[in-house]
T-cell receptor, first 120, second 112 residues
Framework: DVKVTQSSRYLVKRTGEKVFLECVQD?????MFWYRQDPGLGLRLIYFSYDVKMKEKGDIPEGYSVSREKKERFSLILESASTNQTSMYLC???????????????????FGPGTRLTVT | KQEVTQIPAALSVPEGENLVLNCSFTDSAIYNLQWFRQDPGKGLTSLLL?????REQTSGRLNASLDKSSGRSTLYIAASQPGDSATYLCAVTNTNAGKSTFGDGTTLTVKP
């Protein structure tokens, strides 16, 4: 079974702190994603990565950065945490398919258990 | 921009009933559609993935169908049980962007 783990289930940080959220997958998936989930706003993509050291902005990248130095690990960084970043953070991974005619496609996404971050 | 809608937002049924959850999307240029289950305070669990070339997928008591031309997918749950109570989300992945767009989910309650 695919396993996606996240470093913390619950985290409480103060405004202005630098926060690291880590995600590890054990299925050798090329693609990894960071989402946040808020009541009334659903799941929104922050950043994703389709290879080591590669990253692309999602729909709401402002205030966040990411790092992918190893294939199995994808880190989300809040440079200076703010109260509006209080949320549930979800990491996901998926395999990648590369048809001969180029393009990059995503397979089935597998999610971690989530990190509930509170910024006070 | 892709938009995904799930109606109703909440559904309550008695145990044993068969039910259908709906997912509609505005852009039919999708690569796949995935159904998830989410329990309160937890991550998402993948239930079924339908590729754009497929019409349906089945897993146990679950059956998901896809009609790309009309922009609709349904998740059919047979003989519902209290343990099926959860929020069900659908997500579509577009061929051009490669990113997934999620619906807001349908919260299902199955009463004993």
């Amino acid at each position: 079974d695919v396993k996606v783990t996240q470093s913390s289930r619950y985290l409480v940080k103060r405004t202005g702190e630098k926060v690291f959220l880590e995600c590890v997958q054990d299925m050798d998936h090329e693609n990894m994603f960071w989402y946040r989930q808020d009541p009334g706003l659903g799941l929104r993509l922050i950043y994703f990565s389709y290879d080591v050291k590669m990253k692309e902005k999602g729909d709401i990248p402002e205030g966040y950065s990411v790092s992918r130095e190893k294939k199995e690990r994808f880190s989300l960084i809040l440079e200076s945490a703010s109260t509006n970043q209080t949320s549930m953070y979800l990491c996901a991974s998926s395999p990648s398919f590369r048809p001969k005619l180029a393009g990059r496609f995503w397979g089935e996404q597998y999610f971690g258990p989530g990190t509930r971050l509170t910024v006070t | 921009k892709q938009e995904v809608t799930q109606i109703p937002a909440a559904l309550s049924v008695p145990e044993g009933e068969n039910l259908v959850l709906n997912c509609s999307f505005t852009d039919s240029a999708i690569y796949n559609l995935q159904w998830f289950r989410q329990d309160p305070g937890k991550g998402l669990t993948s239930l079924l993935l339908i590729q754009s070339s497929q019409r349906e997928q089945t897993s146990g008591r679950l059956n998901a169908s896809l009609d790309k031309s009309s922009g609709r997918s349904t998740l059919y749950i047979a003989a519902s049980q209290p343990g099926d109570s959860a929020t069900y989300l659908c997500a579509v992945t577009n061929t051009n962007a490669g990113k997934s767009t999620f619906g807001d989910g349908t919260t299902l309650t199955v009463k004993p």
